[in-house]
């Protein structure tokens, strides 16, 4: 069984809270194992709103928090509902240092681990500048090279000569800088999926109106649906198989231009880099998420 460690900045939009329904589904069946949460964004309900929708869902999983992580564009809707469903963690002090818990979470594992980022890139950026310590003999560095098969990273725009700006990379000086350190560094392959894969595929229309998915979409300001950005890199990265989930790819080497998180990519075969692009019409991408986030 593969095993997965979530990264969400679980802030603003509530395409996270999709992503989150799917892999957790996943995850329960036994298909997957998810090891670890990281919330990479902060607001005063993150870590116990992460923590009631784990609860709601009859999991338990550790929840990590970038507590620094206060300075983002944005603000969360979703969370302080949630936040009441909590049983585990009341506050942000009582969920683990994000850096501590991707440590242990990789130097336990007997196995390559696949993280699965779906926002800002700033806790995996730390993660590689990180020294060995208790939990470790290794750096950041070489915990990667190591312990991690691969990152599956919604972020960028792809396709674009020219380069081009998107929120996960450019929602601050932060997100940038975070950004272009990971794309120098980062020592096992990555897979980006970008915003104009997900921003026309619009999933979360089927839900049950009960489901406390559906009332954080609406909490959120997205009673309709909303773009799938978050569940496609999930399906996506959990899948493993670019074929059967309806992409094809481009090889080569993404940069980040950490002042102002422009994204360009340089084609080459052999690069560690690539981004997906769609080969189905967005119906394909939108039956497969809907049939998997009923609760
Ligand atoms: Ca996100």
């Keep these: 069984m593969k095993h997965f460690i979530l990264g969400t900045d679980w802030w603003s939009d509530c395409d996270d809270a999709v992503a989150l329904r799917l892999l957790l589904n996943l995850h329960k069946a036994k298909k997957i194992s998810l090891d670890a949460i990281i919330v990479n964004a902060c607001m005063e309900y ?11 869902s009859g999991v338990e999983i550790p929840i990590g928090i970038d507590k620094e992580g206060t300075d983002f564009y944005g603000k969360g809707l979703y969370q302080e509902r949630l936040a009441k469903s909590a049983k585990n963690i009341k ?3 009582d969920a683990e240092d994000p850096i501590k818990l991707y ?11 696949h993280i699965l980022e779906i926002g800002f890139s700033q806790v995996l950026a730390n993660l590689l500048k990180s020294e060995a310590d208790e939990i470790s003999p290794l750096s950041g560095v070489e915990l990667v090279r190591e312990k991690v ?10 396709g674009f000569p020219e380069g081009a700006k998107e929120h996960n990379f450019c929602n601050n000086l932060r997100a940038s800088q975070a950004a272009e350190y990971l794309c120098k560094y980062w020592s096992s ?3 980006f999926l970008g915003w104009e894969i997900g921003n026309t595929v619009i999933t979360g229309t089927k839900l049950d109106h009960s489901d406390f998915l559906y009332q954080a979409m609406c909490d959120a300001g997205y009673p309709n649906g909303r773009c799938s950005w978050d569940p496609m890199l999930v399906l996506l990265g959990t899948s493993g198989d670019l074929t059967a989930e309806g992409y094809d790819c ?4 993404a940069r ?3 002042e102002n998180g422009m994204n360009y990519f340089t084609e080459s075969a052999d690069g560690k ?4 692009k769609k080969v189905k019409p967005d119906e394909f991408y939108v039956d497969r998420i809907d049939s998997m986030i009923n609760l």
């Design 256 to 258: 980040v231009d950490g």
């Design 91 to 93: 506050s942000n002090d």
């Design 273 to 276: 880099h690539r981004y997906v």
């Design 46 to 56: 993150s870590a116990a709103g992460m923590d009631g929708f784990l609860t709601l």
């Design 250 to 253: 481009v090889y080569g080497q």
């Design 149 to 158: 098969e691969q990152l599956w990273i919604m972020a960028g725009k792809w």
């Design 103 to 113: 440590r242990r979470v990789l130097a336990n594992s007997s196995e390559k681990v």
């Design 189 to 191: 392959p990555i897979t």
